[in-house]
């Protein structure tokens, strides 16, 4: 069984920072990528990051590069996301993923989910 469990979510005024954090438990091998997603209601999910675990290469949203950065403890087995300069439209339910292979990571194909932190900026 795997367990992706978010943490560090929260209300801040436009401009505000905050830090999520992803702690994973429960598996044999390592993933090979992981990411951060969120949803705000009413819309669908949208990607904001992806880290892969072994090269540390970095993908950010448009809506997002700049602000927030991706990162990754390995020997705690959690995932970051630093936000900055947060704005309105950045509201939403944030979930972190990981995913096993280098094709499931291509297509964003993730396997693995948290149960999501909320964010919401004014």
């Known amino acids: 069984h795997v367990q992706l469990v978010e943490s560090g979510g929260g209300s801040v005024q436009a401009g505000g920072s905050l830090r999520l954090s992803c702690a994973a438990s429960?598996?044999?091998?390592?993933?090979?990528?992981m990411g951060w997603f969120r949803q705000a209601p009413g819309k669908e999910r949208e990607r904001v990051a992806r880290?892969?675990?072994?090269?540390?290469?970095?993908y950010y949203a448009d809506s997002v590069k700049g602000r927030f950065t991706i990162s990754q403890d390995s020997a705690k087995n959690t995932l970051y996301l630093q936000m900055n300069n947060l704005k309105p439209e950045d509201t939403a339910v944030y979930y972190c993923?990981?995913?096993?292979?280098?094709?499931?990571?291509?297509?964003?194909?993730?396997?693995?989910w948290g149960q999501g932190t909320q964010v919401t900026v004014s």
């Open positions: 880290v892969y675990t072994a090269s540390s290469s970095t």
């Open positions: 429960g598996y044999t091998y390592s993933s090979t990528c």
């Open positions: 993923a990981a995913a096993v292979g280098q094709m499931a990571c291509l297509i964003w194909a993730y396997e693995y």
